[in-house]
């Protein structure tokens, strides 16, 4: 039973609610802007999660909601002043003007308050979303779990993520179910997601009865056995006590729970649409339905609560309101863009000089690393084969070089752990790595209990956190980015368990993270490893698919990469955090390299002011090769090329004795490194240009690099101003899955790449 006080205000939200709708509806008539006309109840409901929350002790809610009554979500819960939506409306920025971003649609954009219910403040954070219905799902869930974290959140009560759905999106998208097979893992649960579905009947023009097989659209949340509420949307006191229910339940149990508001959608899928065309009987029924409000009035005016004509007075002060908002929207300017702001305001906004980030190490703490790596407790039960494995890593810190791929990595995360960044790795079978390479978690033998010697450099270090997660893409890799957008100071990391998967994440990548900060203001450092390169393994585990990464980069929006030397992947880790800006990195990361006995560092590749390099010079340059390279002026041909294919030429090459090739690595692709590539290319101005690359003609990075490449060779007046493609032919498939057939085709690319015409 709801108190006098309780009514009036359940009402008060609901003449907000659908004056709000009805003010845009006069006023912007045919204008996109999904009303929750049918479905308001959704409003004060949702104040009563807020308010009950905050008495059981939250302190922070991350909303991930679709465009359906979404303006009203942010005008009459998250407080959004109605003039700057008004403003936005006549075509007005969300941002100063002094911002740069491509910004996008009202409906879409993210926002951020705080609410007081009896002295508990409340901070709403409603997440920026694309309309890839539930894509924000596992952002949101991520966001909540690195607030958790900063907050020390053990028992998961201070924060908690709400989710708002449609009916036909719930039960029709897969990533929705990914989020209840996250919602109990230890290292993804976040002690419970409360759903809210606006269920009002129809998907666009779709019954539903087409858009799924069960009898509820909740249907899938039976899979983790969530309680689901069903609850009337014209009753709004008894969808508002399921919410207040539904809130002690998350708090108390801490585990998902879903509403489900039986509701309508009173015009069309969008205000410019006509729902008579394709649901006449349905349309025709909700013509005549009162609306919510009406028939709350009624009960309210029945049981005695307010008199007949109050009602009315109560929509006409809400109108003035309205009209005077409407009036000063037209010279609404926001006052500043709203990122940058708490545990990102030691960030900057990119600014045009390169920052290679100060990221070498000094001898001392590679030697601290080095004993915790090397070493485990007394008796530890470990494999004979991990036991040897510590014993080559000992000896590359006795000797001071052989350091692998592994070790490189190792470092990278434990120089950041000593100087106060987190660092979580998350992926398929991340701990000990595809490849049986990583190793980051011994297993005692006997009880399977696991030992992390990263955790073990120094007191007071920060923690490493990896996890073995669950075989799914989509949804893990938005939780990872998620995490990134609320923790800049962590570095985070997904990494597919072949390249070739990150494509059953491809939302993520196209809508999130290469256009984020573009589209939302929305910084992430995300790092991204995606095992790349051909080995002779078949078309699914050789491509991560380079060529699309490079397709997606514009405006400095990310960085793509492909190391080859485990001290150049140690910086450019180390870099991530070492810069007083966040981008993702995607890197092409490799297989047969982790064990190259070439693809090694030295210990002053790791410490001594050394630091990231672009592009790589020749081993023969640097004396780790057996060939001794004609001077610059007499190299008669330059082969440029990237990741493993370069160790394949550099052992052809020295087996053949050639002194008059050089080989040029570039290990970031993008941004694209036009100064220094310019200043290595010079040398040889005489020289033919060759890009060698593994992958077929239509794929990898020719396409990207030529015209990169033919601005250099321009600039430098070389005698051959444009790259001479080698490699695979163009190919429908990414590889062969053939072994004889790759071998051929291997060697014929190597041999294309080293044979000078007239030899």
């Excluded at 097979?181 to 759903?195: A, C, I, K, V, W």
């Excluded at 269920?199 to 858009?211: E, K, L, R, V, Y």
């Excluded at 870099?575 to 047969?592: A, W």
Aim: hydrophobic letters at 35%.
């Amino acid at each position: 039973t709801f108190t006098r006080e309780g009514r009036k205000a359940i009402l008060n939200k609901m003449v907000e609610a659908e004056g709000f709708e009805k003010f845009l509806h006069v006023k912007y008539m045919g204008t996109k802007r999904f009303g929750l006309d049918g479905g308001e109840s959704l409003i004060p409901a949702l104040e009563q999660i807020i308010k009950r929350g905050g008495a059981l002790g939250v302190r922070e809610i991350i909303i991930g909601m679709p465009h359906r009554g979404r303006l009203s979500v942010l005008a009459n819960v998250m407080q959004k002043p109605y003039r700057a939506i008004f403003n936005e409306f006549q075509g007005g920025s969300f941002k100063p003007e002094d911002v740069d971003g491509s910004g996008d649609v009202k409906y879409h954009l993210g926002a951020s308050s705080d609410r007081a219910f009896d002295d508990n403040t409340v901070h709403l954070s409603l997440t920026a979303n694309p309309s890839h219905l539930e894509a924000v799902n596992p952002v949101v869930i991520g966001k909540v779990r690195a607030k958790q974290q900063q907050l020390g959140d053990d028992d998961r009560t201070k924060v908690m993520p709400l989710l708002l759905h449609g009916d036909a999106a719930f039960a029709g998208q897969g990533v929705v179910a990914e989020c209840f097979g996250l919602s109990g893992l230890l290292g993804h649960r976040t002690g419970g997601t409360m759903h809210v579905v606006v269920n009002n009947q129809i998907g666009f023009t779709t019954a539903p009865h087409f858009s799924r097989s069960s009898p509820y659209p909740t249907d899938i949340a039976l899979m983790v056995e969530a309680p689901i509420f069903h609850v009337n949307g014209d009753d709004p006191e008894a969808v508002v006590h399921a919410a207040k229910v539904a809130t002690e339940f998350r708090q108390k149990f801490h585990k998902d729970v879903v509403i489900d508001i039986f509701c309508y959608r009173r015009f069309g899928h969008n205000e410019g649409d006509e729902p008579m065309f394709t649901n006449p009987i349905m349309y025709n029924k909700i013509k005549r339905q009162k609306t919510t409000l009406s028939l709350y009035t009624e009960r309210l005016v029945k049981d005695g609560l307010i008199p007949e004509g109050e009602i009315e007075d109560m929509k006409a002060t809400f109108q003035a309101r309205m009209n005077d908002e409407f009036e000063a929207g037209k010279d609404y300017k926001p006052n500043k863009a709203d990122w940058l702001d708490g545990r990102w305001s030691h960030l900057d906004k990119r600014g045009e000089d390169y920052q290679r980030g100060k990221t070498s190490i000094s001898t001392d703490l590679m030697a601290e690393i080095g004993t915790a790596l090397t070493q485990v407790t007394d008796g530890f039960p470990l494999h004979k084969t991990i036991a040897r494995l510590l014993g080559a890593r000992q000896k590359m810190f006795a000797e001071g070089a052989g350091f692998d791929w592994a070790t490189g990595e190792a470092l990278a995360f434990g120089s950041l752990l000593t100087e106060g960044y987190p660092v979580r790795l998350s992926g398929q079978d991340s701990t000990r790595g595809t490849f049986s390479q990583r190793h980051s978690g011994l297993i005692n033998q006997d009880t399977e209990e696991r030992y992390y010697p990263l955790n073990t450099i120094r007191e007071g270090q920060e923690q490493y956190e990896v996890i073995d997660s669950m075989l799914s893409e989509y949804a893990v890799l938005g939780f990872e980015y998620g995490y990134s957008l609320a923790e800049p100071n962590a570095l985070t990391l997904w990494e597919a368990q072949f390249g070739d998967f990150a494509n059953g994440a491809q939302i993520m990548f196209d809508q999130f993270i290469s256009s984020g900060e573009s589209k939302w203001l929305r910084m992430s450092g995300l790092v991204v490893l995606l095992p790349h390169g051909y080995e002779g393994q078949g078309p699914e585990h050789s491509s991560a698919r380079l060529e699309r990464f490079l397709q997606m980069c514009g405006q400095d929006n990310w960085i793509v990469a492909n190391c080859t030397t485990p001290a150049n992947y140690f910086h450019i880790l180390r870099r991530q955090m070492h810069r007083n800006f966040r981008k993702p990195l995607i890197l092409m990361t490799p297989k047969s390299l982790l064990r190259h006995k070439r693809a090694v560092s030295t210990v002053d590749d790791f410490t001594n002011g050394s630091s990231f390099h672009r592009v790589l010079w020749d081993d023969a340059q640097k004396g780790s090769s057996t060939t001794k390279l004609v001077d610059d002026k007499k190299i008669k041909r330059v082969v440029m090329c990237a990741g493993k294919v370069y160790y394949d030429l550099l052992e052809e090459r020295d087996a053949r004795g050639i002194d008059d090739i050089y080989l040029m690595r570039f290990e970031q692709y993008y941004p694209f490194p036009a100064i220094s590539a310019l200043k290595e290319l010079e040398r040889f101005s005489q020289a033919e240009m060759i890009w060698c690359q593994e992958e077929p003609k239509n794929q990898g990075a020719w396409t990207f690099m030529e015209p990169n490449l033919e601005w250099v060779l321009s600039r430098m007046k070389a005698k051959h101003s444009r790259p001479v493609y080698v490699g695979r032919a163009a190919s429908a498939s990414t590889a062969t899955g053939l072994a004889a057939q790759h071998k051929a085709q291997q060697e014929a690319l190597i041999n294309d790449a080293l044979s000078l015409k007239g030899k």
